[in-house]
């Protein structure tokens, strides 16, 4: 019956004329194309003025009847006379009026519960095939209990006349009008011929010489405007490029043209913005990286206007609204859509020329205008921009001081500390000048505090005019970002030359920044501003500068680190090397009371054979209770061959007694100790223990260690030069603690 209905349905309709025009060049091998061409012929589905026909793009209710109406009643759908039956089909007359109320009149549709059309509303499967059903008459499945869903009798009788052998077979699919002709001609029932002749009922805006009553394309154009929220932000007086307002712009139902739009202050003065501008993501990558046009600040309102931005069907395109922010401004300010305007949003098909506006609908509330809803759009709050103080970068010693360390040539070692304060805004620091002196530095390396890799080198080329042990390191984009508020530590670490690159020992080395305005030892720029910090000068007022060695506002102050000497070789420990036990037995008569371990590190240094360490003096601490050593035969000897052995003076023999042993290297047991290598030394006289009654105690050991500003305890050289401290990061070192009770 399906069959037979469908082709008495085509030779009853062939009996009337109709102008056959050429098959559209999109639809050729699409799955739909022969279903479009037999609405073609019958003169019910029209391509666009570029003669295609666009058969993926999908349908509102608004065209679906007029599709319909054409189907069932061809030139006889526009025989109605109310063409106002909903309430927003108010103002001018639209084109899909007349067919929208004969479907109301004829039971196919009946609106929404408040009254109205909503002709934009995109079409999916279920409602296509009420309306379709409905206006034709079909019979419907007869059910033993309620269906579970509304739209199962139409869905099941769709099923049953093999509608969805090619569309979709899903309730809630967005029909494309490829498929609302499928699914049209699958349903088998005849079919309408639309002559090209004027009907009389036709709206009296068409003209008689029109090719058919109902000249309006199916698909104008349609655009959604969502705007993006982007939060608050803290900026300050001054700040250029500030991000106001940023949305997407998304057409549909053909390409469309965006020509303008709007904007209001929700919060605040707009007049404290000035050069707003427009930007939009031009290559698609989510960031809107492009100049469009500059806007117009007239009467508290900005326009947009006299834009001509294209816009591709289906696709979503970003845009950004920027300004500078006055540098008297004191109060935050909220950019928005100016919504009280009928046309906020301007735009155009790419197509047809048509205007979208002003039919808008804002949030979901309906158009503002008696329209079809063309234009959509979505707000958010407007970003509001707060005031705060303008940008400065504190630069300061950090409270844990790196003290003074030996440096071992060849080796890099952590110099100096500093601490960086921002207020205001968020500060970029674009460079850094730490003067190192002397000649074994090839380079400064800049750390994060807990980093592994550091994030800048300052080198000596890099300074705008290279100054002998001057490092800078320089980035136009930014070295590291310190935020509002926060704290950055930073440890600069030396790169020291070995000696066959020309490091030479003995040399001191102190780390310093500047407090030169003229020579900067730092450059920075504010993140909201976008402006340079100044140089200070020297008063109380915070007025986005960078000052040097103070947390507030005022001169700069030098910053100057510890000094350091380099070595060529270097002692890395020094233990206690007796195998008694804490406790022991005071050993009595001659007898050895301590010993201990010297260890070195390993070094590159090999200009005349890799450096060595040669002790020449060691001063130890005795402490004796009820303990006597005589001061006659104390000795230092070397642990791996005893008989090699230098003598030793003391101050006294009980209590505390301070014991020298100088001269060590002209001395038998030439205290060499290679790269990384080891040397015991052993320190022995005669005890003697129990002077009077009471328990008796002895240890040796040797003080003042780590300390630069304590020499004296520690006599050594390198291969070159002479030290009278040791780098450890212990300050005393003891031998085992005899005990006798």
């Not at 196919?108 to 059903?133: C, H, N, W």
């Not at 809630?172 to 639309?194: C, D, K, W, Y």
Request: hydrophobic share 40%; glycine share 10%.
């Amino acid at each position: 019956m399906r069959t037979l209905s469908l082709v008495i349905g085509m030779m009853v309709s062939l009996a009337t004329p109709v102008s056959f025009a050429a098959s559209f060049p999109d639809v050729k091998n699409h799955p739909h194309e022969a279903a479009i061409d037999i609405l073609r012929t019958r003169g019910i589905m029209k391509g666009y003025p570029d003669g295609t026909f666009k058969p993926d793009r999908p349908v509102n209710r608004a065209e679906l009847l007029k599709i319909l109406m054409l189907s069932v009643y061809g030139n006889q759908a526009g025989t109605v006379k109310d063409r106002r039956c909903f309430k927003d089909f108010t103002g001018t007359e639209q084109w899909y009026w007349v067919t929208a109320c004969m479907a109301k009149e004829s039971g196919i549709v009946q609106g929404y519960p408040d009254g109205t059309f909503r002709g934009a509303s995109i079409v999916i499967t279920a409602e296509a095939l009420k309306m379709a059903m409905k206006a034709w008459k079909m019979p419907l499945p007869v059910y033993i209990m309620e269906p579970a869903h509304w739209y199962d009798p139409y869905m099941d009788a769709a099923a049953l006349l093999n509608v969805f052998a090619n569309i979709p077979q899903s309730p809630s699919h967005n029909l494309t009008r490829g498929e609302t002709a499928q699914m049209i001609v699958s349903l088998g029932v005849p079919l309408s011929f639309v002559t090209e002749t004027t009907h009389p009922s036709a709206p009296a805006s068409s003209s008689s010489s029109s090719p058919n009553p109902f000249p309006e394309t199916f698909q104008q154009g349609a655009l959604l405007i969502e705007q993006i929220s982007t939060g608050t932000g803290d900026t300050t007086a001054g700040a250029a490029g500030i991000s106001l307002l940023a949305f997407r712009a998304t057409p549909a139902r053909q390409d469309v043209i965006l020509t303008g739009f709007k904007l209001r202050a929700e919060s605040g003065d707009a007049a404290s913005i000035s050069h707003y501008r427009l930007y939009a993501d031009a290559n698609g990558d989510g960031s809107a990286e492009t100049f469009v046009a500059d806007g117009r600040l007239q009467g508290g309102t900005v326009f947009f206007s006299a834009l001509t931005y294209p816009l591709k069907i289906g696709k979503s395109r970003r845009f950004d609204v920027r300004g500078d922010l006055s540098a008297n401004a004191t109060v935050g300010v909220a950019i928005g859509f100016l919504t009280s305007d009928a046309q906020y949003v301007t735009a155009k098909g790419a197509i047809d020329g048509k205007e979208l506006s002003p039919s808008i609908e804002t949030d979901q509330a309906g158009c503002l205008g008696p329209n079809i809803c063309r234009i959509t759009v979505h707000t958010r709050p407007g970003r509001m921009v707060t005031v705060s103080e303008r940008g400065m970068l504190y630069v300061k010693q950090d409270a844990s001081i790196i003290t003074s360390k030996q440096l071992l040539l060849g080796e890099k070692t952590d110099v100096l500390a500093l601490r960086l304060r921002a207020t205001g805004e968020n500060v970029l620091v674009t460079g850094l000048a730490i003067g190192a002196g002397g000649d074994n530095v090839s380079a400064l390396e800049l750390f994060l505090d807990g980093a592994t890799q550091p994030f800048a080198t300052a080198r000596m080329v890099s300074c705008a005019q290279p100054t002998a042990g001057l490092f800078c390191a320089k980035a136009a984009e930014g070295l590291l970002t310190v935020m509002k508020d926060q704290d950055k530590r930073i440890l600069v670490r030396a790169v020291g030359k070995t000696d066959v690159e020309g490091g030479v020992s003995g040399q001191t080395f102190i780390p310093t920044l500047s407090d030169s305005i003229s020579s900067p030892a730092v450059t920075a720029r504010g993140l909201a501003t976008g402006k340079d910090l100044s140089q200070t000068d020297g008063d109380s007022d915070a007025e986005g500068e960078i000052i040097i060695g103070n947390d507030s506002p005022g001169a700069n102050i030098a910053i100057t680190g510890s000094t350091h000497d380099w070595v060529g070789a270097k002692i890395l420990t020094i233990e206690n090397a007796s195998p008694d036990l804490d406790g022991a037995v005071v050993p009595v008569g001659s007898a050895t009371f301590g010993i201990f371990r010297f260890r070195t590190a390993q070094n590159q240094n090999t200009k005349n054979g890799t450096d060595t360490v040669t002790l020449t003096k060691l001063v130890f601490t005795v402490t004796a209770s009820n303990v006597q050593i005589a001061s006659d035969g104390i000795t230092l000897y070397h642990r791996a061959n005893p008989l090699q052995a230098a003598a030793c003076s003391s101050d006294q023999t009980t209590g505390t007694i301070t014991i020298t042993c100088q001269s060590l290297d002209a001395s038998p047991i030439i205290p060499v100790i290679d790269a990384s290598g080891t040397l015991e030394l052993g320190l022995r006289g005669t005890v003697t223990s129990g002077i009077v009654v009471g328990s008796s105690t002895l240890q040796v050991s040797l003080n003042q260690l780590g300390t630069r500003s304590l020499p004296g305890t520690i006599t050594w050289k390198d291969s070159n030069s002479t030290f009278q401290w040791v780098d450890l990061p212990v300050s005393q070192v003891k031998s085992t603690a005899y005990r006798t009770k």
